[in-house]
């Protein structure tokens, strides 16, 4: 993990653009202030190439999306495109519909995403591998390496898949991430916020890989942070005190200092 990558993200709190699903909106700005970043919601089409534009990064997350919303995500996609800009795709819920897979294709056809970050479920099916999943859950087992691999060469990205072992992958190098807690499995959001923290953490500029890892493990280390808190009792305390943890210094959500 790149402590001073976060700090850079933090002094230049960049603009985030995202496309978002309703479910996780108002957790996403927080978590994405608190971390250090500047969360802008805005979905409506006609804006859409303008906002990316001035902006820092784009995330597209697919959660609640319905057939008005896909114009404005592909516009967005191909403006950051354009600027260069980071733009992360969250393929929340594709395989557990034909209409998701559509609009993933759909966006994948126009948008080169920088990554494409998601649970096992949702990676597999984007390189055709069969995965158990429910709703918007993975639930399977298998092989998370070579879906990362598979998925990062196939879409010429960084493929971030999220689990209780993340797996990061540029399709030559992967690597793992253990830091984490099952508490964030109970938190609708937790995912979501991740692609949010995750495109701020590329608009630093710094390498991709290194950028994704230090958003994962960090991200994981504040959710240990937290759950071990003595007023965090479940999932509803979790949420508020997990907020402020994102704020914190990397030292200390490492456990360098007291
Ligand atoms: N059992 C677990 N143990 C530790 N961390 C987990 C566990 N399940 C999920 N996470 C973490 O929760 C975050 C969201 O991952 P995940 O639940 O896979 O995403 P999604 O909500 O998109 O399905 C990631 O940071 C991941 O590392
Ligand atoms: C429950 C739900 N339904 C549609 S989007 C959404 C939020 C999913 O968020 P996450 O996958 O980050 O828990």
Sequence with gaps: MNAMLINEVRKKRPLIHHLTNQVVMNFTANGLLSFGGTPIMAKEEKEATEMAR?????????????????????????????????????PVGVSATSFRNEVVRRILTEVKPTAIKGNAGELAHLVGIAWEIKGVDSIGRGNVGEI?????????????????????????????????????????????????????????????????????????????????????????????RFIDVLSYDVAIVKGDHQ
Excluded at 226 to 238: D, I, R
């Design 54 to 90: 001035m902006s820092d990064g784009v995330l597209l997350n697919i959660g609640t999306i319905i057939e008005q919303e896909i114009p404005a995500m592909i516009q967005a996609g191909k403006a950051a495109n354009q600027k260069g800009i980071p733009v992360v795709l969250d």
């Design 148 to 240: 990362a691999r598979k998925v990062a060469n196939r879409y010429q990205t960084i493929a971030v898949v999220t689990g209780e072992v993340d797996v990061i992958s540029d399709g030559e190098i992967t690597i793992e991430n253990k830091t984490g807690s099952a508490m964030l499995a109970n938190v609708t959001g937790a995912g979501c916020l991740l692609g949010s923290i995750l495109t701020a953490c590329f608009a630093s500029n710094d390498s991709l890989m290194e950028s994704a890892q230090t958003a994962v493990e960090f991200y994981g280390l504040a959710a240990e942070y937290t759950v071990a808190l003595p007023e965090v009792k479940g999932s509803g305390t979790f949420s508020p």
